[in-house]
């Protein structure tokens, strides 16, 4: 990762770098900023958590410490840490939304929409299917010119 700096010169008498050529400053990320620290090149919170989005790492600062965020990151291959880094605030989140259950909490009310949307769509399409019966019964009634009503009144009259 590269370190770079964002600030622009003020043209001075002094000064030897031209002012219609600004230096970039990034500033240091969003965790070294908020835990205080110096950011270095190597910073290994750096990549996951940007001077831009500085919510994101106190949400998973709060929960999991910085300490163990760190740890985690440098135990996993660099292609597997964003993501990691991604379940860490969400996971956080879920945890600072729902302090007993997090995202198992989430996870079960989850489940509970789609069991109860499954057995919606079982019930509707068994109201589809009866339905489809009732409409196959008149219309075989009409093709055989059989009616109820003189089946019922011929029956009633013996």
Known sequence: MEYTHRTTFSSSSNSSVS???????????????I????????????PYF?????????????VFGA????????????????DAVS????????RIRDPVYGCAG????????????????AMTQAELLLIRCQQQYEQNLENTGFTEDIYFSSFLDS
């Open 106 to 121: 989430a996870i079960s009310q989850l489940q509970k929409q789609l069991d109860d949307l499954q057995t919606e769509l």
């Open 50 to 62: 940007p001077p831009t989005e500085p919510l994101k790492f106190v949400i998973a600062h709060k």
């Open 19 to 33: 002012p219609s050529l600004p230096a970039t400053f990034q500033g240091p990320c969003a965790a070294c900023k």
């Open 35 to 46: 835990l205080r620290r110096r950011c270095t090149e190597k910073c290994v919170l750096a």
């Open 67 to 82: 300490s163990n965020i760190v740890k985690a990151l440098q135990e996993l291959p660099e292609s597997s840490r964003a």
């Open 87 to 94: 379940s860490m605030v969400y996971e956080a989140y879920a």
